[in-house]
């Protein structure tokens, strides 16, 4: 089992930036697939973006493209998601999670999420 522990979160203007990061311990991530969610209470769950193995390959959300980036150093066993142009509707807990493959199907691990805070 992967212990996933996000941090990075925090307070920003509207138009600000901040960069996430998300550490794995207990084992490699090594052939996982890694993606960022974010949720609100009583909000249902949206995935933000998601990155293969290699890097070589990304998804994100139409609400955040061109303004997020998932980014993955592999060494460092360490997955980011930079966070550019931030708007208030951005404001959620943002989780990290591993997939149980290569690809964004079924996640298998999850941290225990950081708050994200936009003011307008």
């Known amino acids: 089992q992967v212990q996933l522990v996000e941090s990075g979160g925090g307070w920003v203007q509207a138009g600000g930036s901040l960069r996430l990061s998300c550490a794995a311990s207990?084992?490699?991530?090594?052939?996982?697939?890694m993606g960022w969610f974010r949720q609100a209470p009583g909000k249902e769950g949206e995935l933000v973006a998601a990155?293969?193995?290699?890097?070589?390959?990304?998804d994100h959300a139409d609400s955040v493209k061109g303004r997020f980036t998932i980014s993955r150093d592999n060494a460092k066993n360490t997955v980011y998601l930079q966070m550019n142009n931030l708007k208030p509707e951005d404001t959620d807990v943002y989780y990290c999670?591993?997939?149980?493959?290569?690809?964004?199907?079924?996640?298998?691990?999850w941290g225990q999420g950081t708050q994200v805070t936009v003011s307008s």
């Open positions: 999670a591993a997939y149980l493959g290569n690809s964004w199907g079924q996640v298998g691990s």
């Open positions: 207990g084992r490699t991530l090594s052939g996982n697939a």
């Open positions: 990155i293969n193995w290699s890097g070589g390959n990304t």
